[in-house]
């Protein structure tokens, strides 16, 4: 495989402009423009994740945003970060008799057991980040899994990374196989970087929940064994570079020096701040978060009436420090499309 500026995929569709790809504006909002009007009177409850979560944090402020618009009650849980967490925060949705149910960023196949009593209860369940089947009719009786093309995101991380070093480009690749999705996405950047030539060096399993306690002594471990060979740092999630700076620091490498981060996903503030200050963290493939929270609150008024899923899929961006320096003081991606006027006009 050649060395190529971009993905394909993303070269024909720039949601913002100064985010690193070139700037085709975007007349009009690229989701749905019908669907079922509000259900009155719904109460839903977020099982989040992990709110230290920077992706997952965006997400949830889309859903309540959206749900004010809506007319509908919300309450959010947060499974801190564990399984057991997670477990328990399922088990109390369902003592509250939600209408509906919004799975923020944790893995279906994980919680199985406590989905199928969700199921078994008649609550419809949408998800964000859920596993690697995107869109309509997702796994564990999920009626959409939101998401952007994870494998299309991989790749862009990867790429970039071929790309920026030149001739020679050693990564080290950081996932969680807690999560089948995060195992699917370090796949796909392990094969792009191998099929473009560059050499990956490690590929490095640790679960996100504990990147605060391990990135730095992980990190240090890694510059001893690798050193200059290490050009590049690859990870499924912005959250593994919210602990790596302060290692590389005490090791006398500059906040744009090598190993340079990149991330793929999910665009979090931290990122964004990291990215625009050259500080330990160069790119990241951003998902328009809040507009997802929009969506996951579209797809759950489907389900409620019995109707069909949208199949919508949203479109990432590459985030650059040139870009972000065009774009004033921004620390999110948030498409300038019409979203929030379209999914207004459908539930009115």
């Avoid at 060395?3 to 394909?8: C, D, S, V």
């Avoid at 997802?292 to 590459?318: F, H, K, M």
Wanted: net charge negative.
């Amino acid at each position: 495989m050649e060395k190529r500026t971009l993905l394909k995929t993303l070269l024909t569709t720039t949601i913002v402009a100064g985010l690193g790809l070139p700037a085709i504006a975007q007349e009009a909002f690229d989701g749905p423009t019908t669907g079922p009007a509000a259900a009155a009177d719904k109460t839903i409850v977020v099982l989040a994740g992990d709110l230290k979560n920077g992706g997952i944090l965006g997400v949830t402020s889309g859903i309540e945003e959206a749900v004010e618009v809506i007319g509908w009650d919300v309450r959010v849980l947060d499974g801190a970060g564990s399984v057991q967490g997670r477990t328990g925060a399922i088990g109390q949705a369902l003592a509250l008799q939600p209408d509906g149910i919004v799975i923020n960023g944790f893995d279906a196949v994980e919680q199985q057991a406590a989905l199928e009593a969700v199921v078994a209860a008649g609550v419809p369940m949408v998800a964000w980040h859920s596993g690697p089947k995107i869109g309509c009719d997702a796994p564990g009786g999920i009626f959409a899994n939101v998401s952007t093309d994870a494998m299309a995101v991989s790749e862009v991380a990867a790429e970039w990374a071929m790309n920026d070093g030149g001739d020679t480009v050693g990564v080290v690749i950081f996932t969680d196989s807690t999560y089948q999705i995060a195992i699917d996405k370090a796949d796909r950047i392990q094969e792009t970087i191998e099929a473009m030539g560059g050499a990956v060096l490690e590929y490095v399993d640790t679960p996100i929940a504990d990147t605060s306690s391990r990135m730095a002594p992980l990190t240090t471990s890694l510059l001893q064994k690798y050193g200059d060979s290490w050009t590049h740092a690859l990870a499924i999630n912005d959250l593994y570079f919210d602990f790596m700076g302060p290692a590389l620091a005490a090791a006398g490498i500059p906040g744009d020096g090598a190993p340079k981060a990149g991330s793929a996903g999910d665009g979090s503030e931290a990122a964004f701040q990291r990215i625009r200050g050259q500080q330990y963290q160069a790119i990241t493939v951003a998902e328009p978060l809040n507009l997802q929270g929009w969506q996951l609150v579209d797809e759950l008024n489907r389900a409620i009436q019995g109707e069909t899923c949208s199949g919508y899929v949203t479109t990432p961006a590459l985030v650059t420090t040139e870009g972000l320096q065009k774009m004033g003081d921004s620390n999110a991606f948030d498409p300038d499309v019409p979203y929030r006027e379209a999914y207004t006009a459908i539930w009115n």
